[in-house]
């Protein structure tokens, strides 16, 4: 493969979520989130595993930070955890958890990285969700408030903050199928949820932007939506369909300034949608200065009057729609494995909602790795490279056909708790010794130290 630059300034980094490296989960006032409630619940997150402990980030963030700086990182994504800061998701401010981000943030700017804010990444505080969470009005408007706060005390040193991480998850795995947290499976609950999501982004942005934010924007996992038969009508209409409910209910609300008609249509099918008030598209369409794109697999459909549909995850879709299986090679979570899918898919935001700049906020692979946490016996982790090198050319491609996308931070710095699958998927770039805690950075981490010292491949 030949070598290539990518352009002068070019942002390179890493990213990471407060409930999968944090642990400290009762430290400081912290308050119970629904991951916490929710991986208590047998059944619900593989061999009961927990977000207690993690990657003890908490208490460990000097020294991941020194290792950040080790590996070349020019910028960390990190969300901050909602029930640390108000730990019943409303009222008093919690000063002792405010003083971890600021501590942190403190670290990574004294060794020359970027701090790039994520508010919400999935760890609703349970009491908000006591009360409907996030098919309740007013969990958006705490958000806001959460916002201002977090916003007060390090809005001084941070200048990039994105609202919410992949709100497709909260919404539809969260309150559609039930496969994360708070695990409701109600498809018009999941309608709602997307809605008040959106309302939150809209309310923090304003919040932000009162406060003198420099740089406001989300975090998407868009999907490169992709029909099994480029010739078939019936699979060019589940491709319309899909593309509805995963791309556009955000993406044209956010940057258009309404939901589409067919998505509208396609809602009220389910539920009258009367939790859209008056002026709420309005806030929601404030401008942003950054769109986060977050890429893993592409999702290839077809039309199928006996189509299982997508479950939850896709409400309406069920007797119209098959999915199709991955095809090899796949990822350790069984995920298809196709750069050109990222390529595409930039390619059709840039087109389609031209105005805002793109930065992909997470890409990487879980892959079994090979080798121990023992410094003389290196973790080789080819296939993780792979995938990196691949999608990083595909992400080259995009830029070389006029995207205007200004860098790109892996998932993820550390292998850590990946949700409703534990600890047995590692998506790191290093190592974790669950037990001592050790770090070791894998061979892809020193391959991609050399990517950013050249600022290529």
């Given amino acids: 493969m030949s070598g290539i630059r990518f352009p002068e300034n070019f942002l390179w980094g890493a990213a990471t979520a407060a409930y999968q490296i944090e642990g400290a989960a009762r430290d400081d006032g912290r308050g119970e989130s629904i991951w916490d409630t929710f991986s208590r619940t047998p059944g619900k997150v593989y061999a009961g595993h927990t977000g207690d402990v993690a990657c003890d980030h908490y208490h460990r963030y000097a020294d991941d930070v020194a290792m950040m700086a080790d590996l070349g990182l020019q910028a960390y994504r990190f969300s901050v955890s909602w029930p640390r800061i108000q730990p019943d998701g409303s009222g008093p401010v919690n000063p002792r958890g405010l003083d971890f981000y600021d501590?942190?943030?403190?670290?990574?700017?004294?060794?020359?990285?970027?701090?790039?804010?994520?508010?919400?990444?999935?760890?609703?505080?349970?009491?908000?969700?006591?009360?409907?969470?996030?098919?309740?009005?007013?969990?958006?408007?705490?958000?806001?408030?959460?916002?201002?706060?977090?916003?007060?005390?390090?809005?001084?040193?941070?200048?990039?903050?994105?609202?919410?991480?992949?709100?497709?998850?909260?919404?539809?795995?969260?309150?559609?199928?039930?496969?994360?947290?708070?695990?409701?499976?109600?498809?018009?609950?999941?309608?709602?949820?997307v809605h008040h999501l959106l309302l939150a982004h809209g309310l923090a942005t304003q919040a932000l932007r009162a406060g003198g934010a420099g740089r406001v924007g989300i975090t998407l996992n868009p999907a490169d939506v992709r029909p099994a038969d480029a010739d078939s009508a019936a699979d060019a209409e589940a491709v319309r369909l899909v593309d509805g409910?995963?791309?556009?209910?955000?993406?044209?609300?956010?940057?258009?300034?309404?939901?589409?008609?067919?998505?509208?249509?396609?809602?009220?099918?389910?539920?009258?949608?009367?939790?859209?008030?008056?002026?709420?598209?309005?806030?929601?369409?404030?401008?942003?200065?950054?769109?986060?794109?977050?890429?893993?697999?592409?999702?290839?459909?077809?039309?199928?009057?006996?189509?299982?549909?997508?479950?939850?995850?896709?409400?309406?879709t069920a007797g119209s729609v098959e999915f199709l299986p991955p095809v090899g090679p796949l990822t350790d979570m069984g995920w298809m494995i196709e750069p050109a899918g990222l390529t595409r898919l930039l390619e059709r935001i840039a087109t389609d909602y031209p105005s805002v700049p793109l930065l992909i906020t997470e890409n990487g692979a879980a892959f079994p790795d090979k080798g121990t946490s023992d410094v003389t016996s290196p973790i080789l982790d080819a296939d993780r490279i792979a995938y990196l090198d691949g999608h990083l050319r595909a992400v080259h491609e995009a830029i070389a056909r006029g995207v205007d996308l200004r860098g790109y931070l892996v998932w993820s710095l550390l292998d850590n708790f990946e949700w409703a699958e534990g600890y047995r998927k590692r998506f790191g770039i290093v190592h974790v010794d669950y037990l001592t805690q050790r770090r070791t950075p894998k061979s892809s981490a020193r391959w991609y130290q050399e990517v950013i010292s050249r600022n290529g491949l």
Avoid at 107 to 117: F, T
Avoid at 124 to 136: E, H, I, K, N, S
């Fill in 245 to 316: 409910l995963h791309n556009r209910i955000f993406l044209d609300p956010l940057l258009v300034g309404g939901y589409p008609d067919d998505v509208r249509e396609h809602v009220a099918r389910i539920i009258e949608p009367v939790f859209v008030a008056d002026g709420d598209e309005k806030i929601i369409a404030a401008p942003i200065d950054l769109l986060g794109i977050n890429y893993y697999a592409p999702t290839y459909v077809a039309g199928r009057p006996d189509g299982a549909g997508g479950g939850g995850a896709y409400p309406g």
């Fill in 103 to 193: 501590r942190l943030t403190d670290a990574l700017l004294g060794r020359g990285i970027d701090p790039i804010v994520t508010l919400y990444h999935w760890d609703l505080p349970q009491t908000l969700q006591d009360r409907g969470g996030w098919t309740a009005r007013e969990t958006a408007e705490h958000f806001a408030t959460y916002t201002a706060a977090v916003y007060a005390r390090l809005g001084d040193r941070i200048d990039t903050w994105t609202t919410l991480n992949e709100p497709w998850c909260s919404a539809y795995l969260g309150y559609g199928n039930g496969v994360h947290a708070p695990g409701v499976q109600d498809p018009g609950a999941a309608f709602s949820a």
